[in-house]
Nanobody, 126 residues
């Protein structure tokens, strides 16, 4: 089994930055992709960014492009980050880390990610 634990959420003002962390543990050798999603109340989870753990290939959704950056820890490849800059009130959501043991059918395919963290709340004040 694989466990994912997010950290780094919190409350900041508009224009501020946050860096989310996701630490994977357990049978992590099986993981190929890791990603970040977010979820607004009453909505389906929205993909933001994914990273191939081996070749570090990246993909960003339109929502994340330009303000969010996904990266893998240079020393610990079981840890990924989401750097979020110029945050806006509409970024307020629960943010989740996810991992997949196979290449998603298409980038950020929600149902291809089988492992999920518990989520971390991000709140952006006006």
């Amino acid at each position: 089994r694989v466990q994912l634990v997010e950290s780094g959420g919190g409350s900041v003002k508009t224009g501020g930055s946050l860096r989310l962390s996701c630490a994977a543990s357990g049978y992590t050798d099986s993981l190929i992709y890791m990603a970040w999603f977010r979820q607004f109340p009453g909505k389906e989870r929205e993909g933001l960014a994914q990273i191939d753990r081996e070749d570090l290939r990246l993909y960003y959704s339109d929502s994340a492009m330009g303000r969010f950056t996904i990266s893998r820890d240079s020393a610990a490849k079981d840890t990924v980050y989401l750097q979020m800059n110029n945050l806006k009130p509409e970024d307020t959501a629960m943010y989740y880390c996810a991992a997949s043991v196979r290449r998603p059918r298409y980038p950020l395919a929600l149902r291809d990610y089988g492992y999920w963290g518990q989520g971390t709340q991000v709140t952006i004040a006006p």
